[in-house]
């Protein structure tokens, strides 16, 4: 599809900010990794080849007789007596020496029998963001070379959480700043376009819906209905949405009696058409420069939220819930440091997006 020469002159701008455009490679990069967290960060094969068949664990319930083990519950792919199983094709017994059964088959020979071996493909971090890392010492244990980023004080792997926190974090920020902007800028339109009675009645409601306690109103919720990952995004955006509201208000008040806005009246233009196509790319500006501080600190709410233990559920990756482990446990300094340079490097990335967004959207600015 082609761009029109309005949006080409944009794509121009944007390209123009040499740091706005590295910064998009970079977190995109970064974001689309974070979308195949399970083929990165997995305590489960990305594919098991048993017997001639082969096997997806990661999409995949499997039993643990499936590959000739004695129990129906999920096999657990890093015991090794499963890889035993699955590597000697389950005609062995693993169960008293697996280690020595498979030195023994190493050259295809079990009691005189030749064996189908069988192989697994392991994701590069072989552990998820709920995986007990077997091993010695206490948790949290420094950074090794099987564990990059150390533990945390559960013995969990700190590269693998940091990977799935850091695609919840974004896709949370996502939803949040989509949505919350979509009503504030509709209702800053409605107010700015119509004034008279109409604003000064969205004026007052703001002005309650403003004055309301979030983080009591999180509480209480969550109280009730339990944490979930979608009702703490139900909740950001009710209580995001003005936001946008004032921005989109003033640029529309400003222009509502432009020569060309009564002449669209005059001609009997509809008034969403007049406020959407025609007043509204005047207001952009503003709006887009507005976008990154809703997103960051859509962020932060999130990161706030699990810092005081009222965010997402325990059972999903946090990076506000590492946060608070790194301030209970100041022994273990990887954990401050991981969640410090984690956020830095994050919101760093979308301030310079959106800084090139908004100077591509700025008509008076003009890049060669």
């Known amino acids: 599809m082609r761009l029109s020469p309005l949006n080409q002159r944009r794509w121009r701008n944007f390209k123009s900010n040499r740091r706005a455009l590295w910064s998009l490679w970079i977190f995109t990069g970064l974001f689309v990794l974070s979308l195949f967290a399970e083929f990165i960060a997995n305590d489960k094969p990305i594919l098991v080849q048993y017997r001639g068949s082969y096997y997806t664990p990661i999409f995949n319930f499997y039993p643990e007789t499936e590959f000739g083990g004695d129990f129906r519950t999920e096999a657990v792919y890093r015991y090794a007596e499963v890889e035993c199983l699955i590597k000697s094709g389950g005609l062995v017994d693993c169960f008293d020496d697996p280690e020595g059964v498979m ?23 072989p552990y998820s963001f709920n995986t007990q890392v077997e091993g010695p010492g206490a948790a949290p244990s420094p950074p ?3 564990n990059w980023l150390g533990t945390d004080d559960t013995k969990r792997d700190v590269t693998a959480r940091v990977i799935y926190g850091f695609r919840i974090s974004i896709l949370f920020a996502l939803a949040v700043t989509v949505v919350s902007s979509a009503i504030g ?4 339109a ?6 008279g009675r109409v604003d000064l009645i969205f004026q007052r409601v703001l002005e309650i819906w403003s004055s309301t306690p979030q983080l009591y109103v999180i509480i209480i919720v ?7 990952f979608w009702l703490l995004v139900f909740v950001t955006i009710l209580f995001g949405w003005p936001a946008l509201t004032g921005v989109v208000r003033a640029e529309f008040l400003r222009a509502r009696n432009f020569e060309y806005i009564r002449a669209a009246r005059a001609l009997g233009v509809s008034n969403w058409t007049i406020m959407f196509r025609h007043m509204l790319p005047n207001a952009m500006v503003a709006t887009v420069t507005m976008l990154p501080f809703i997103m960051t600190g859509a962020i932060g709410t999130l990161a706030s939220l699990d810092f005081l233990g009222f965010g997402l559920p325990t059972s999903l990756p946090s990076l506000g819930e590492m946060t608070a482990q790194a301030k209970q446990n100041l022994q273990a300094p990887w954990l401050g440091f991981t969640a410090f340079f984690t956020y830095a490097i994050m919101l760093s990335l979308l301030v310079f997006i959106f800084e090139g967004i908004r100077d591509a959207f700025d008509p008076r600015k003009t890049f060669q």
């Open 103 to 125: 030195d023994d088959a190493k050259d295809g020979i079990v009691n005189d029998e030749p064996i189908e071996k069988g192989w697994m493909i392991w994701p590069v971090i």
């Open 144 to 146: 090794t070379m099987q």
């Open 185 to 188: 800028i509709v209702a800053g």
């Open 190 to 195: 409605i107010q700015g376009y119509f004034g």
């Open 222 to 228: 969550f109280a009730i209905l339990g944490r979930s």
